[in-house]
Each structure stands twice: as C-alpha cells, then as structure tokens.
C-alpha cells in the first residue's frame, strides 16, 4: 500500500510560481512512476505530468510544456511539480498518482494509487 499526500497548493497571481509536493509511505517508492493530474470545476480530470520510476523519462501535457517541471527524489520518497509562469486556467485541485513499474500509461483509470489533491487557485 503506498499513501500520497499533495502539499503546496494555494492562491497566487498569474504569472507567479508554486512547488507542489507529493509525499509518499510505503515501500519502494523507486519502483513507481509518478504522475500528476488537475481537475477544474467542472471539467473532467486531466493529465499534467509524469516521471518515470528513475526519473529519467519525464512526460507533459502540451498545455504546461515549458512551464512546469516534474521531479522526484528517491531518498526523500517525494515527487514535486514546479510550476512557473502560472496562468489563471491553471486554476484547479491538483492531484498526485502512482502506479507500479515503468511509465506506460498517462490513463487516470491506469493509475494504482492516489492523493486527495491540493488546490492551486491563479488570480488575475
């Protein structure tokens, strides 16, 4: 059993940053691929980002390409999304994803396990 747990979420003007973390229990963290998903008010859950369980591979949606950054640091069993450049349709809960063994799917109904989100809201 792994737990998630976003942190980092909150109210920022458009164009400024945030860092999302993604804390994780469990065992072998190394051995998931990470992957974050936002949800809007409204609107369907979508892909953002993800990284595989070496973080060498790391995959983005084209709507945040070039703004965000996928991380993760297998000592500290976190996984992190740096967000530049925020715009005001960035605005949703943000949610943390894993799922064991290497990258192969970006399907939330692929995914194995998952945080309850942190809200991400840009003013503009």
């Known amino acids: 059993q792994v737990h998630l747990v976003e942190s980092g979420g909150g109210l920022v003007q458009a164009g400024g940053s945030l860092r999302l973390s993604c804390a994780t229990s469990g065992r072998s963290f190394s051995s998931y691929t990470m992957v974050w998903f936002r949800q809007a008010p409204g609107k369907e859950r979508e892909f953002v980002a993800a990284v595989s369980w070496s973080g060498s591979t790391r995959y983005y949606a084209d709507s945040v390409k070039d703004r965000f950054a996928i991380s993760r640091d297998n000592v500290k069993n976190t996984a992190y999304l740096q967000m530049n450049s925020l715009k005001p349709e960035d605005t949703a809960d943000y949610y943390c994803?894993?799922?064991?063994?290497?990258?192969?799917?970006?399907?939330?109904?692929?995914?194995?396990?998952w945080g309850k989100g942190t809200l991400v809201t840009v003013s503009s």
């Open positions: 994803a894993a799922y064991l063994g290497p990258a192969r799917t970006l399907d939330p109904d692929g995914m194995d396990y």
